[in-house]
């Protein structure tokens, strides 16, 4: 997983380009920020929509601030990120030891597989009314919703990085004196598999980031959800805007968090 | 042949030593027939044979990575149960961990035997010499020829102090440049470790150029065809007229095998 926009073949690589390859990325952004502003303050300038409906990039960074300053978007987006972090641990924690064992273990793999295929289609977000009767709407239901969005990609992914480790690299290690399936495990299958659990939790972090909005959307007091459809009653589509902008400003940092993780511990980047 | 019985190496002994498999639809393959032979310690001895002929099957027996079918191998007195760190095996494909750097890939092996740190350290440090390969320490293998990658399993390989040293077509995959200087090392590494070494080939230039003793085996099954000692001196020189002469004679017994196991493949693929 080298990044395709670096450079390729033989070009020495020193702190300095790196630097530069950094920079050049973060003006990338920039400029795709600024593009979006500018259609956006276009669109506002020749249409001219009520402000209920579009408001202008200038409104909508005052009232980012404006919310900021109050409290309630800081206090909003740590409801979110704490549903997210709490429901995506707990699918980190089921469905990376189930996919170990699919992975390895031929039979269960055989019983399981099915009622994985079966579950798998059905969008998490399917799930929300039987959240809301099951749990109500207290943090259970929305946690739920996204422990069924976050388990299904770490699980597949756990169970092909543990199915598809190269037979040869489990005979060396027994041949080097991996005795039991313990350390077997522990100096072979756990780190020939890691990139592919690694890719499995930055998916599931993004399908519970995207689950979690849903789920506050129709069942919540607190959260970007809740920011967004409750500016929608108000008429205050400038609310609408911070959620939305601020649900893509953290989608954005968590993914630089994992990249970093996957550069870190994965062997198959660098 | 073998000058004097080297420390640290044992013999090998197969008895009846037999491999099959099942098949899906309930047939039974037999990869091995019943084979005996004995290997001294310390004797370089090359297997050759036609593809699928099961030799890369008794290796694996050998090793204990796979379970015999009839019969057993021994390795001194004990019987073969279960892969074992005191029998080494060099891979074809190298089967280096690609999350370990090269030094990381010697040690593991090390640290498996339960060496401290340090030990472990000085040990693959001192293979990876053996070998050439010490400024290498801290690459991945990836960033290794495959001519490299081969030479530290190698040094994986030795640094475990194996007393039998199993190698499954290790220079198979390279060119034929890198294939003559790694041969030239490993004899030279032999030489001075004296392991037991069981290697299997399709060439049979390597198989003279290496060899204490050649055992060519025939088309599926697998059985022993003829085993024929090789006693020219090192290094050999494959084009004097002796070395020419064992050529000439292990290809006139392979080329009647090499013609069974194609008509044998080619009923294979008709069905």
Known sequence: M???????????????????????????????????????????????????????????????????????????AAYSVCRVLAAWSLAALVAVPLGFAMGRWDKLASVLDPVVELFRPISPLAWIPLAILWFGIDEGGKVFVIFIGAFFPILLNTIAGARNIDPVLISAGRILGCKGDASLFRKVVLPASLPQVIVGLRISFGTGWAAIIAAELVAARSGLGYLISNGMEVLRSDFVLVGMVTIGILGVLFDAVFRWVDRRYNWMSE | MIVATPAGAKPLTLRGLAKHYATADGRVIEALMPIDLDIAPGEFLVVVGPSGCGKSTMLNVLAGLLPPSAGEARVGDEPVRGPDIDRG???????????????????????????????????????????????????????????????????????????????????????????????????RIWQQHRKTVVFITHSVVEAIYLADRVVLMTARPGRIKTVLNIDLPHPRDPTSDEFRDIERRIYSDLDEELTKSFRMEVRDIAG
């Not at chain 1, 395709?4 to 033989?10: F, H, I, L, Y």
């Not at chain 2, 994986?156 to 995959?173: C, H, K, L, N, Q």
């Open chain 2, 89 to 187: 095996m060099v891979f074809q494909d190298y089967a280096l961990f690609p999350w370990l750097d090269v030094i990381g890939n010697v040690e593991f092996g090390l640290e498996r035997k339960g060496l401290g740190r340090r030990e472990r350290r000085e040990v693959a440090v001192h293979y990876l010499k053996m070998v050439g390969l010490a400024e290498f320490a801290n690459k991945r293998p990836r960033e290794l020829s495959g001519g490299m990658k081969q030479r530290v399993a190698i040094a994986r390989t030795f640094a475990t102090e194996p007393s039998i040293i199993f190698m499954d077509e290790p220079f198979g995959a390279l060119d034929a440049l890198t294939r003559r200087h790694l041969q030239h090392e490993l004899l």
């Open chain 1, 2 to 76: 080298t990044d395709a926009t670096e450079p390729a073949g033989q070009i020495p690589r020193g702190p300095g380009l790196q630097l530069r390859n950094r920079l050049s990325k973060l003006l990338r952004y920039f400029y795709a920020v600024a593009g979006v502003v500018a259609v956006w303050w276009a669109v506002v300038l020749i249409a001219k929509p009520h402000m209920s409906l579009l408001p202008s990039p200038w409104l909508t960074a005052q009232t980012f601030i404006q919310l900021m300053a109050s409290g309630e978007l800081p206090k909003d």
